[in-house]
T-cell receptor, first 113, second 113 residues
Framework: DTEVTQTPKHLVMGMTNKKSLKCEQH?????MYWYKQKAKKPPELMFV???????INESVPSRFSPECPNSSLLNLHLHALQPEDSALYLC????????????FGPGTRLTVT | GENVEQHPSTLSVQEGDSAVIKCTYS??????FPWYKQELGKRPQLIID?????GEKKDQRIAVTLNKTAKHFSLHITETQPEDSAVYFC????????????FGRGTSLIVHP
């Protein structure tokens, strides 16, 4: 299995809602990433987990809360988002952190109303 | 930190022509350079990559060249087809520090039939 899967594909939420994005990979990769991507812009790194520990937080607002329950799963908990947080949220994984190919999931298209 | 410049931002070619996209990077410690293709509404997909111990790599109609001294690398697509139309991102990954890739701003390639 060489795929990263993400659910849901689309999500519409109000500014007072709490929701979660999920990501899963079964390639035995030990690094997992959350990216935010706006239309026709490059992916913007949010968080990196290495061996299930948060290793990088790119100064992301606390309304985004990542969680890595095990080596195959990565969640992103969302609370009190703003309309400007509407974007494509991409999960990725790699064998390790350090010059390894990243495999991207299909993304969750998030709309905050 | 690393800084990656990518040009052009938009490239329009006729089917069958060649397309070249260029990137420069600033951190001489970068040693892994992937290229991603992202079709509208889809995930970024790795199409080719190169490491700093290699000057050129080819895969069918796609090739990447790397000039470490000048700190630039290029994507070459020959015999372009309409299905090559997409946004292409280059990235540079350092061999130390965060090991996180820095993406270029993207090139929108349009291949006219």
């Amino acid at each position: 299995d060489t795929e990263v899967t993400q659910t849901p594909k689309h999500l519409v939420m109000g500014m007072t809602n709490k929701k979660s994005l999920k990501c899963e990979q079964h390639m035995g990769h030990r690094a997992m990433y959350w990216y935010k991507q706006k239309a026709k812009k490059p992916p913007e790194l949010m968080f990196v987990y290495s061996y299930e520990k948060l290793s990088i937080n790119e100064s992301v607002p606390s309304r985004f809360s990542p969680e890595c329950p095990n080596s195959s799963l990565l969640n992103l908990h969302l609370h009190a988002l703003q309309p400007e947080d509407s974007a494509l949220y991409l999960c990725a994984s790699s064998q390790g952190v350090g010059g390894d190919e990243q495999y991207f999931g299909p993304g969750t298209r998030l709309t905050v109303t | 930190g690393e800084n990656v410049e990518q040009h052009p931002s938009t490239l329009s070619v006729q089917e069958g022509d060649s397309a070249v996209i260029k990137c420069t990077y600033s951190d001489s410690a970068s040693n892994y350079f992937p290229w991603y293709k992202q079709e509208l509404g889809k995930r970024p997909q790795l199409i080719i990559d190169i490491r700093s111990n290699v000057g050129e790599k080819k895969d069918q109609r796609i090739a990447v060249t790397l000039n470490k001294t000048a700190k630039h690398f290029s994507l070459h697509i020959t015999e372009t087809q309409p299905e090559d139309s997409a946004v292409y991102f280059c990235a540079a990954t350092p061999s130390g520090g965060s090991y996180i890739p820095t993406f270029g701003r993207g090139t929108s390639l349009i291949v006219h039939p």
